[in-house]
Protein backbone atom coordinates (compact mmCIF):
# COMPACT_ATOMS: atom_id res chain seq x y z
CA UNK A 1 0.00 0.00 0.00
CA UNK A 2 1.18 3.61 -1.21
CA UNK A 3 0.87 7.22 0.01
CA UNK A 4 2.63 10.42 0.41
CA UNK A 5 3.38 9.84 3.72
CA UNK A 6 2.57 6.88 5.87
CA UNK A 7 1.78 7.59 9.60
CA UNK A 8 2.74 4.96 12.47
CA UNK A 9 0.16 5.28 15.55
CA UNK A 10 -3.42 6.95 15.62
CA UNK A 11 -2.54 8.95 19.29
CA UNK A 12 -3.09 12.42 19.23
CA UNK A 13 0.54 13.59 17.78
CA UNK A 14 -0.60 10.82 14.31
CA UNK A 15 -4.22 12.44 14.30
CA UNK A 16 -2.73 15.64 14.10
CA UNK A 17 -0.03 14.61 11.56
CA UNK A 18 -2.78 13.05 9.76
CA UNK A 19 -4.59 15.97 9.53
CA UNK A 20 -1.71 18.15 8.74
CA UNK A 21 -1.13 16.22 5.77
CA UNK A 22 -4.93 15.90 4.70
CA UNK A 23 -5.37 19.45 4.53
CA UNK A 24 -2.35 19.80 2.59
CA UNK A 25 -3.95 17.50 -0.14
CA UNK A 26 -1.76 14.60 0.23
CA UNK A 27 -2.48 10.77 0.60
CA UNK A 28 -1.97 9.11 3.93
CA UNK A 29 -2.21 5.63 5.14
CA UNK A 30 -2.65 5.77 9.30
CA UNK A 31 -2.23 2.77 11.51
CA UNK A 32 -3.02 2.06 15.04
CA UNK A 33 -2.90 -0.91 17.29
CA UNK A 34 -6.05 -0.38 19.74
CA UNK A 35 -9.64 -0.10 18.57
CA UNK A 36 -9.93 3.64 18.83
CA UNK A 37 -7.99 6.38 17.83
CA UNK A 38 -6.86 9.18 20.17
CA UNK A 39 -4.19 7.63 22.79
CA UNK A 40 -3.46 9.31 25.81
CA UNK A 41 -7.41 11.14 25.01
CA UNK A 42 -9.18 7.37 24.68
CA UNK A 43 -7.53 4.60 24.30
CA UNK A 44 -5.20 5.48 27.29
CA UNK A 45 -8.41 7.28 29.15
CA UNK A 46 -6.18 9.99 30.38
CA UNK A 47 -8.40 13.74 30.40
CA UNK A 48 -6.47 15.98 28.78
CA UNK A 49 -3.68 17.76 31.00
CA UNK A 50 -3.37 21.47 29.50
CA UNK A 51 -2.03 24.84 30.57
CA UNK A 52 -3.69 27.93 32.50
CA UNK A 53 -4.50 29.61 28.95
CA UNK A 54 -6.17 27.15 27.17
CA UNK A 55 -9.22 28.76 26.65
CA UNK A 56 -7.53 32.08 24.64
CA UNK A 57 -4.24 31.05 23.29
CA UNK A 58 -1.46 28.36 23.34
CA UNK A 59 -2.45 25.77 21.52
CA UNK A 60 -3.15 25.47 17.48
CA UNK A 61 -6.34 26.03 16.13
CA UNK A 62 -6.97 22.50 15.30
CA UNK A 63 -6.48 21.47 18.50
CA UNK A 64 -8.76 24.20 19.56
CA UNK A 65 -11.26 22.68 17.39
CA UNK A 66 -11.46 19.21 18.80
CA UNK A 67 -11.95 20.89 22.06
CA UNK A 68 -14.53 22.49 20.76
CA UNK A 69 -15.94 20.07 18.99
CA UNK A 70 -16.33 17.57 22.42
CA UNK A 71 -18.19 20.11 24.10
CA UNK A 72 -20.29 20.48 21.25
CA UNK A 73 -21.00 16.73 20.92
CA UNK A 74 -22.29 17.40 25.08
CA UNK A 75 -24.85 19.57 23.73
CA UNK A 76 -26.18 17.56 20.65
CA UNK A 77 -26.17 14.28 22.51
CA UNK A 78 -25.84 14.61 25.93
CA UNK A 79 -28.82 15.86 28.29
CA UNK A 80 -27.60 19.04 29.63
CA UNK A 81 -28.51 20.77 32.64
CA UNK A 82 -29.79 24.48 30.93
CA UNK A 83 -26.97 26.34 33.41
CA UNK A 84 -24.84 23.69 31.65
CA UNK A 85 -25.50 24.04 28.05
CA UNK A 86 -25.39 27.70 28.22
CA UNK A 87 -21.70 27.78 29.87
CA UNK A 88 -19.57 28.41 26.83
CA UNK A 89 -16.42 26.49 28.68
CA UNK A 90 -18.43 23.83 29.60
CA UNK A 91 -16.44 21.01 31.75
CA UNK A 92 -18.87 17.58 31.65
CA UNK A 93 -17.32 16.12 34.68
CA UNK A 94 -16.12 19.31 36.87
CA UNK A 95 -12.74 17.99 37.57
CA UNK A 96 -9.83 19.77 38.61
CA UNK A 97 -7.06 18.35 36.32
CA UNK A 98 -8.15 20.07 33.25
CA UNK A 99 -10.72 22.91 32.03
CA UNK A 100 -12.37 19.77 29.86
CA UNK A 101 -12.34 16.64 31.82
CA UNK A 102 -15.34 14.21 29.86
CA UNK A 103 -15.74 10.84 28.99
CA UNK A 104 -12.94 8.94 26.47
CA UNK A 105 -15.85 8.10 23.62
CA UNK A 106 -16.60 11.80 22.82
CA UNK A 107 -13.35 12.47 21.82
CA UNK A 108 -13.13 9.13 19.74
CA UNK A 109 -16.89 10.56 18.03
CA UNK A 110 -14.90 13.65 17.30
CA UNK A 111 -11.94 12.82 16.38
CA UNK A 112 -13.29 10.45 13.68
CA UNK A 113 -15.55 13.23 12.61
CA UNK A 114 -12.35 15.43 11.74
CA UNK A 115 -11.23 12.44 9.87
CA UNK A 116 -14.06 11.56 8.10
CA UNK A 117 -14.57 13.59 4.97
CA UNK A 118 -10.28 12.34 3.79
CA UNK A 119 -11.94 8.69 4.00
CA UNK A 120 -14.94 9.73 1.84
CA UNK A 121 -12.84 11.29 -0.55
CA UNK A 122 -10.36 8.12 -0.45
CA UNK A 123 -7.07 10.45 0.66
CA UNK A 124 -6.95 8.55 3.81
CA UNK A 125 -6.93 5.06 4.87
CA UNK A 126 -6.93 3.88 8.54
CA UNK A 127 -5.35 0.57 9.14
CA UNK A 128 -6.88 -0.28 12.58
CA UNK A 129 -5.73 -2.61 14.79
CA UNK A 130 -2.10 -2.62 12.73
CA UNK A 131 0.79 -2.36 14.88
CA UNK A 132 4.31 -1.91 12.74
CA UNK A 133 6.52 -5.13 13.14
CA UNK A 134 9.68 -4.38 10.76
CA UNK A 135 10.84 -1.84 8.40
CA UNK A 136 12.75 -1.65 5.28
CA UNK A 137 15.35 0.82 5.01
CA UNK A 138 18.65 1.97 3.30
CA UNK A 139 20.98 4.04 4.56
CA UNK A 140 19.38 7.05 6.19
CA UNK A 141 16.06 6.50 4.17
CA UNK A 142 13.36 4.35 5.03
CA UNK A 143 11.27 2.84 2.15
CA UNK A 144 8.20 1.05 3.75
CA UNK A 145 6.90 -0.47 7.61
CA UNK A 146 5.36 -3.42 7.53
CA UNK A 147 2.05 -3.37 9.38
CA UNK A 148 0.67 -6.64 11.12
CA UNK A 149 -3.31 -7.03 12.42
CA UNK A 150 -6.19 -8.80 11.02
CA UNK A 151 -4.80 -12.05 10.36
CA UNK A 152 -2.38 -10.26 8.15
CA UNK A 153 0.92 -8.34 7.37
CA UNK A 154 0.92 -5.22 4.65
CA UNK A 155 4.01 -3.42 3.76
CA UNK A 156 2.81 0.15 3.47
CA UNK A 157 5.14 2.66 1.73
CA UNK A 158 5.43 6.56 1.63
CA UNK A 159 8.23 9.01 0.77
CA UNK A 160 8.01 10.17 4.37
CA UNK A 161 7.76 7.96 7.19
CA UNK A 162 6.03 9.44 10.68
CA UNK A 163 6.51 7.61 13.75
CA UNK A 164 3.73 8.53 15.88
CA UNK A 165 3.53 5.66 18.09
CA UNK A 166 3.35 5.55 22.41
CA UNK A 167 7.33 4.14 22.25
CA UNK A 168 9.21 5.60 19.35
CA UNK A 169 8.19 1.43 17.68
CA UNK A 170 10.51 2.77 14.78
CA UNK A 171 13.63 3.83 15.66
CA UNK A 172 15.05 0.07 16.85
CA UNK A 173 13.13 -1.02 13.21
CA UNK A 174 14.47 1.55 10.97
CA UNK A 175 18.15 1.84 12.90
CA UNK A 176 17.31 5.16 13.76
CA UNK A 177 19.87 6.87 16.43
CA UNK A 178 17.57 7.26 20.08
CA UNK A 179 18.33 7.11 23.52
CA UNK A 180 15.97 6.36 26.68
CA UNK A 181 15.83 7.16 30.04
CA UNK A 182 17.81 9.41 31.66
CA UNK A 183 20.80 11.03 30.48
CA UNK A 184 23.62 12.28 32.36
CA UNK A 185 24.24 15.75 33.70
CA UNK A 186 27.78 15.49 31.71
CA UNK A 187 25.99 14.94 28.29
CA UNK A 188 23.24 17.59 28.86
CA UNK A 189 24.22 20.04 31.56
CA UNK A 190 20.89 19.96 33.51
CA UNK A 191 20.61 20.88 37.18
CA UNK A 192 18.17 17.53 37.79
CA UNK A 193 20.50 14.90 36.00
CA UNK A 194 22.48 12.47 37.23
CA UNK A 195 26.38 11.96 37.22
CA UNK A 196 25.78 9.25 34.94
CA UNK A 197 23.38 7.94 32.20
CA UNK A 198 20.86 5.55 32.90
CA UNK A 199 19.24 4.10 30.04
CA UNK A 200 16.58 1.92 31.98
CA UNK A 201 15.10 4.47 34.58
CA UNK A 202 12.09 5.24 33.19
CA UNK A 203 9.20 7.51 34.53
CA UNK A 204 6.43 4.71 35.40
CA UNK A 205 3.97 3.74 33.32
CA UNK A 206 0.19 3.66 34.20
CA UNK A 207 -2.84 1.67 33.33
CA UNK A 208 -5.67 4.02 34.04
CA UNK A 209 -9.84 2.99 34.77
CA UNK A 210 -12.70 4.51 35.25
CA UNK A 211 -15.66 3.67 38.23
CA UNK A 212 -18.32 5.52 39.66
CA UNK A 213 -19.71 4.82 43.22
CA UNK A 214 -23.86 3.23 43.45
CA UNK A 215 -26.01 1.18 45.84
CA UNK A 216 -24.38 -2.42 46.06
CA UNK A 217 -21.63 -4.15 46.38
CA UNK A 218 -19.51 -4.15 43.48
CA UNK A 219 -16.63 -5.64 44.66
CA UNK A 220 -14.35 -7.33 41.86
CA UNK A 221 -12.42 -10.71 42.26
CA UNK A 222 -9.37 -10.39 44.10
CA UNK A 223 -6.28 -9.87 41.42
CA UNK A 224 -3.84 -12.75 41.62
CA UNK A 225 -1.10 -10.33 42.93
CA UNK A 226 -2.84 -8.46 45.30
CA UNK A 227 -0.96 -10.13 48.13
CA UNK A 228 2.11 -8.47 46.39
CA UNK A 229 0.79 -5.13 46.14
CA UNK A 230 -1.22 -4.89 49.41
CA UNK A 231 2.62 -5.11 51.27
CA UNK A 232 4.03 -3.01 48.40
CA UNK A 233 6.03 0.12 49.99
CA UNK A 234 8.74 2.09 47.79
CA UNK A 235 11.32 3.05 50.03
CA UNK A 236 10.34 7.36 49.29
CA UNK A 237 6.63 6.77 49.65
CA UNK A 238 6.14 7.05 53.38
CA UNK A 239 3.53 4.53 53.88
CA UNK A 240 2.50 1.23 51.49
CA UNK A 241 1.90 1.96 47.66
CA UNK A 242 -2.03 1.15 48.11
CA UNK A 243 -2.97 3.51 50.51
CA UNK A 244 -4.21 7.31 50.38
CA UNK A 245 -0.64 8.54 51.59
CA UNK A 246 2.20 9.10 49.34
CA UNK A 247 4.65 12.30 48.29
CA UNK A 248 3.34 15.52 47.87
CA UNK A 249 5.00 15.92 43.89
CA UNK A 250 5.85 19.60 44.30
CA UNK A 251 7.44 19.70 48.20
CA UNK A 252 7.73 15.78 48.44
CA UNK A 253 6.02 15.88 52.01
CA UNK A 254 4.52 13.18 52.74
CA UNK A 255 -0.03 13.81 52.77
CA UNK A 256 -3.00 12.05 52.79
CA UNK A 257 -5.22 12.81 50.09
CA UNK A 258 -9.15 12.58 50.57
CA UNK A 259 -11.46 10.44 48.74
CA UNK A 260 -15.43 11.29 48.79
CA UNK A 261 -17.26 9.91 46.44
CA UNK A 262 -20.51 11.86 45.01
CA UNK A 263 -19.75 15.37 46.73
CA UNK A 264 -22.25 17.84 47.25
CA UNK A 265 -20.51 20.61 44.95
CA UNK A 266 -21.62 22.44 41.84
CA UNK A 267 -19.33 21.22 39.02
CA UNK A 268 -20.00 24.53 37.02
CA UNK A 269 -17.92 26.55 39.87
CA UNK A 270 -15.02 24.10 39.48
CA UNK A 271 -12.11 26.54 38.69
CA UNK A 272 -9.90 24.27 37.08
CA UNK A 273 -6.19 26.16 37.02
CA UNK A 274 -2.98 24.01 37.74
CA UNK A 275 -1.24 26.87 38.47
CA UNK A 276 -3.33 27.80 41.04
CA UNK A 277 -3.81 24.18 42.63
CA UNK A 278 -2.68 21.31 41.17
CA UNK A 279 -6.33 19.85 42.28
CA UNK A 280 -5.41 16.29 43.24
CA UNK A 281 -6.36 16.94 46.94
CA UNK A 282 -9.29 14.92 46.55
CA UNK A 283 -9.07 11.72 44.09
CA UNK A 284 -12.57 11.54 43.64
CA UNK A 285 -13.21 15.35 42.19
CA UNK A 286 -9.10 15.28 40.25
CA UNK A 287 -9.97 13.61 36.81
CA UNK A 288 -13.69 13.07 37.35
CA UNK A 289 -14.90 12.79 33.38
CA UNK A 290 -18.86 13.05 34.35
CA UNK A 291 -20.29 15.56 36.81
CA UNK A 292 -23.85 13.83 37.98
CA UNK A 293 -25.08 17.26 38.34
CA UNK A 294 -23.96 18.57 34.94
CA UNK A 295 -27.14 16.27 33.48
CA UNK A 296 -30.38 16.47 34.20
CA UNK A 297 -31.09 15.04 37.37
CA UNK A 298 -31.54 11.32 37.37
CA UNK A 299 -29.50 11.13 34.03
CA UNK A 300 -26.35 9.65 36.05
CA UNK A 301 -26.89 7.77 39.21
CA UNK A 302 -23.39 8.73 39.98
CA UNK A 303 -20.70 10.71 38.78
CA UNK A 304 -17.76 9.30 37.06
CA UNK A 305 -14.07 9.87 37.57
CA UNK A 306 -11.07 8.43 36.02
CA UNK A 307 -8.17 6.75 37.92
CA UNK A 308 -4.71 8.00 37.36
CA UNK A 309 -3.78 8.50 41.03
CA UNK A 310 0.17 7.95 42.57
CA UNK A 311 -1.36 4.17 43.60
CA UNK A 312 -1.21 3.36 40.01
CA UNK A 313 2.29 4.12 39.02
CA UNK A 314 3.90 0.64 38.33
CA UNK A 315 7.59 0.85 38.98
CA UNK A 316 8.63 -2.24 38.95
CA UNK A 317 10.55 -2.67 35.81
CA UNK A 318 10.35 -0.36 32.09
CA UNK A 319 8.19 -1.48 29.26
CA UNK A 320 11.08 -0.44 26.33
CA UNK A 321 14.10 -1.90 25.44
CA UNK A 322 13.69 -5.08 28.16
CA UNK A 323 13.03 -8.64 27.13
CA UNK A 324 10.27 -9.06 29.72
CA UNK A 325 8.05 -5.94 28.76
CA UNK A 326 5.00 -7.61 28.47
CA UNK A 327 5.38 -9.21 32.21
CA UNK A 328 5.37 -5.60 33.25
CA UNK A 329 2.62 -4.34 31.33
CA UNK A 330 0.60 -7.74 32.60
CA UNK A 331 1.81 -6.72 36.03
CA UNK A 332 1.10 -2.90 35.80
CA UNK A 333 -2.99 -3.85 34.90
CA UNK A 334 -2.64 -5.76 38.00
CA UNK A 335 -1.48 -3.34 40.37
CA UNK A 336 -4.75 -1.20 38.74
CA UNK A 337 -6.57 -3.92 39.71
CA UNK A 338 -5.32 -4.60 42.67
CA UNK A 339 -6.22 -0.92 44.18
CA UNK A 340 -9.59 -1.33 42.74
CA UNK A 341 -10.19 -4.42 44.91
CA UNK A 342 -8.41 -2.30 47.85
CA UNK A 343 -10.68 0.39 47.84
CA UNK A 344 -13.76 -1.71 47.63
CA UNK A 345 -12.62 -4.01 50.64
CA UNK A 346 -10.06 -2.99 53.25
CA UNK A 347 -10.81 1.43 52.36
CA UNK A 348 -14.81 0.35 52.96
CA UNK A 349 -16.26 1.66 49.40
CA UNK A 350 -18.16 -1.63 48.46
CA UNK A 351 -20.25 0.55 45.98
CA UNK A 352 -17.52 1.39 43.94
CA UNK A 353 -18.36 -0.15 40.15
CA UNK A 354 -15.62 -0.61 37.33
CA UNK A 355 -16.63 1.68 34.33
CA UNK A 356 -15.20 -1.09 31.37
CA UNK A 357 -17.84 0.12 29.13
CA UNK A 358 -16.43 3.91 29.00
CA UNK A 359 -13.01 2.84 28.62
CA UNK A 360 -14.15 0.13 26.04
CA UNK A 361 -12.01 -2.18 27.24
CA UNK A 362 -13.04 -6.12 28.06
CA UNK A 363 -10.83 -6.25 31.49
CA UNK A 364 -12.69 -3.27 32.50
CA UNK A 365 -9.52 -0.92 32.40
CA UNK A 366 -8.17 1.12 29.45
CA UNK A 367 -7.39 -0.08 26.51
CA UNK A 368 -4.14 0.82 26.51
CA UNK A 369 -1.45 1.94 29.15
CA UNK A 370 -0.29 5.20 29.63
CA UNK A 371 3.45 5.19 28.67
CA UNK A 372 4.59 9.06 29.96
CA UNK A 373 8.29 8.58 28.24
CA UNK A 374 9.24 7.27 24.63
CA UNK A 375 12.34 6.37 23.30
CA UNK A 376 13.72 9.62 21.90
CA UNK A 377 15.74 10.61 18.76
CA UNK A 378 18.88 11.92 18.86
CA UNK A 379 18.07 15.02 16.80
CA UNK A 380 19.79 17.88 15.52
CA UNK A 381 18.41 19.98 18.45
CA UNK A 382 17.79 18.24 21.91
CA UNK A 383 16.07 20.71 24.29
CA UNK A 384 17.28 20.86 28.06
CA UNK A 385 16.07 21.87 31.65
CA UNK A 386 17.86 24.66 31.37
CA UNK A 387 16.13 25.64 28.25
CA UNK A 388 12.91 26.19 30.23
CA UNK A 389 13.22 25.88 33.97
CA UNK A 390 11.86 28.86 35.75
CA UNK A 391 14.86 28.19 38.42
CA UNK A 392 17.90 28.98 35.35
CA UNK A 393 15.63 31.45 33.00
CA UNK A 394 13.69 33.43 35.76
CA UNK A 395 11.88 36.27 34.54
CA UNK A 396 13.62 36.19 30.97
CA UNK A 397 11.17 33.26 30.06
CA UNK A 398 12.22 29.97 28.14
CA UNK A 399 14.79 29.96 25.14
CA UNK A 400 12.58 31.60 22.15
CA UNK A 401 13.74 28.94 19.26
CA UNK A 402 14.19 31.15 15.79
CA UNK A 403 13.08 27.23 14.14
CA UNK A 404 10.11 27.11 16.41
CA UNK A 405 6.92 25.39 15.15
CA UNK A 406 4.75 25.82 17.97
CA UNK A 407 4.32 26.50 21.77
CA UNK A 408 3.42 24.41 24.55
CA UNK A 409 3.28 24.50 28.76
CA UNK A 410 3.16 22.18 31.48
CA UNK A 411 5.42 21.97 34.59
CA UNK A 412 8.58 19.34 34.54
CA UNK A 413 6.59 16.83 35.70
CA UNK A 414 8.36 13.34 36.28
CA UNK A 415 7.04 10.57 37.86
CA UNK A 416 8.57 8.05 40.20
CA UNK A 417 10.34 5.88 38.17
CA UNK A 418 11.84 2.24 37.50
CA UNK A 419 15.28 3.47 38.93
CA UNK A 420 13.81 4.34 42.46
CA UNK A 421 13.69 8.19 42.42
CA UNK A 422 10.63 9.95 43.52
CA UNK A 423 8.71 12.75 41.75
CA UNK A 424 10.92 15.57 40.31
CA UNK A 425 8.78 18.59 39.63
CA UNK A 426 10.37 21.90 38.56
CA UNK A 427 8.73 25.22 37.72
CA UNK A 428 8.71 25.98 34.06
CA UNK A 429 8.53 29.18 31.80
CA UNK A 430 5.82 28.73 28.72
CA UNK A 431 7.83 27.20 25.67
CA UNK A 432 8.49 26.80 22.40
CA UNK A 433 8.66 23.52 20.04
CA UNK A 434 11.80 23.79 18.31
CA UNK A 435 12.02 22.10 14.25
CA UNK A 436 15.01 21.43 15.57
CA UNK A 437 13.78 18.68 17.75
CA UNK A 438 11.93 16.68 15.30
CA UNK A 439 14.51 16.28 12.99
CA UNK A 440 16.48 13.56 13.40
CA UNK A 441 20.64 13.83 12.93
CA UNK A 442 21.37 11.07 10.49
CA UNK A 443 17.53 9.58 8.91
CA UNK A 444 16.50 11.89 5.90
CA UNK A 445 12.75 11.07 5.91
CA UNK A 446 11.84 9.80 9.34
CA UNK A 447 10.05 11.94 11.29
CA UNK A 448 8.82 11.64 15.08
CA UNK A 449 5.28 13.02 16.19
CA UNK A 450 4.84 12.08 19.39
CA UNK A 451 6.80 11.91 23.01
CA UNK A 452 9.70 10.53 20.53
CA UNK A 453 11.25 14.06 20.08
CA UNK A 454 14.81 15.44 20.90
CA UNK A 455 13.85 16.07 24.55
CA UNK A 456 15.81 14.66 27.55
CA UNK A 457 13.76 12.37 30.62
CA UNK A 458 14.00 15.58 32.63
CA UNK A 459 12.36 18.00 29.47
CA UNK A 460 10.26 15.04 28.19
CA UNK A 461 8.19 16.19 31.68
CA UNK A 462 6.98 19.03 30.50
CA UNK A 463 6.94 17.99 26.35
CA UNK A 464 4.57 14.62 26.99
CA UNK A 465 1.14 16.26 27.69
CA UNK A 466 -1.92 16.53 24.96
CA UNK A 467 -1.95 19.66 23.56
CA UNK A 468 1.58 19.41 22.85
CA UNK A 469 1.79 16.08 21.63
CA UNK A 470 -0.81 17.17 19.16
CA UNK A 471 1.45 20.26 18.16
CA UNK A 472 4.18 18.04 17.72
CA UNK A 473 2.38 15.90 15.35
CA UNK A 474 0.43 18.58 13.40
CA UNK A 475 4.53 20.33 12.70
CA UNK A 476 5.48 17.05 11.73
CA UNK A 477 2.84 16.23 9.52
CA UNK A 478 2.87 19.99 7.94
CA UNK A 479 6.82 19.79 7.70
CA UNK A 480 6.15 16.31 5.38
CA UNK A 481 3.94 18.11 3.39
CA UNK A 482 6.02 21.03 3.13
CA UNK A 483 9.01 19.22 1.92
CA UNK A 484 7.17 16.87 -0.78
CA UNK A 485 5.88 20.25 -2.10
CA UNK A 486 9.16 22.44 -2.49
CA UNK A 487 11.23 19.03 -3.33
CA UNK A 488 13.58 19.62 -0.27
CA UNK A 489 13.83 17.69 2.80
CA UNK A 490 13.79 18.55 7.02
CA UNK A 491 17.29 19.17 7.32
CA UNK A 492 17.38 21.71 4.26
CA UNK A 493 14.09 23.51 5.81
CA UNK A 494 15.81 24.29 9.27
CA UNK A 495 19.33 25.38 7.56
CA UNK A 496 17.60 27.64 5.05
CA UNK A 497 16.66 30.97 6.00
CA UNK A 498 14.25 31.22 2.96
CA UNK A 499 12.33 27.79 3.68
CA UNK A 500 12.05 28.15 7.35
CA UNK A 501 10.35 31.55 6.83
CA UNK A 502 8.14 29.94 4.17
CA UNK A 503 7.31 26.63 6.23
CA UNK A 504 6.21 29.33 9.85
CA UNK A 505 4.56 31.21 7.59
CA UNK A 506 2.29 28.17 6.47
CA UNK A 507 2.55 27.08 10.27
CA UNK A 508 0.87 30.56 10.97
CA UNK A 509 -1.55 30.48 8.01
CA UNK A 510 -3.03 27.07 9.62
CA UNK A 511 -3.33 28.46 12.71
CA UNK A 512 0.10 27.10 14.69
CA UNK A 513 1.03 29.71 17.46
CA UNK A 514 4.81 30.09 17.04
CA UNK A 515 5.39 32.51 20.28
CA UNK A 516 3.69 33.12 23.63
CA UNK A 517 2.43 36.19 24.53
CA UNK A 518 3.11 38.09 27.99
CA UNK A 519 3.08 35.26 30.39
CA UNK A 520 4.76 34.28 33.43
CA UNK A 521 5.61 30.62 34.98
CA UNK A 522 4.51 28.50 37.22
Given at each position: ?????V???????????????L?????????????????????????P??????????????????R??????????????????A???????????????????V?????????????G???????????????????????????????????A????????????????????E??T????????????A???????????????????????????D?????????????P????????????????????????????????????????????????????????R?????????????????????Y??????????????????????????????T???????????????????????????????I???????????S??????????????????????????P?????N??????????????AL?????????????????????????????????????????????????T??????????????????????????????????
Amino acid sequence: MKADAVVVGGGLGGVAAALALLRAGRTVLLSEEYAWLGGQLTSQAVPPDEHSWVERFGVTASYRALRDGIRQYYRDHYPLTPAARAKRDLNPGGGHVSRLCHEPRVAVAVIEAMLAPYRGCGRLRVLQPYRPIAASYDGDRVSAVLLSGEGREVWASAPYIIDATETGELLPLTGTEYVTGFESQADTGEPSAPSEAQPLNMQAISVCFAIDHVDGDHTIDKPESYDFWREYQPPFWGDKLLSWRCPHPRTLEIVERAFTPNPDDDPLLVEADQRVNPGDANLWTFRRIAARKTFVEGAYESDITLVNWPMIDYLEGPVIDVPDAERHLKAARELSLSVLYWMQTEAGFPGLRLRGDITGSADGLAQAPYIRESRRIKALYTVVEQDLSYAVRGDRGAVSYPDSVGVGMYRIDLHPSTGGDNYIDVASCPFEIPLGALIPQRMTNLLPASKNIGTTHITNGAYRLHPVEWNIGEAAGALAAFCLDHGTTPHAVRESESLLADFQHRLTRDGVELRWPAVTAY
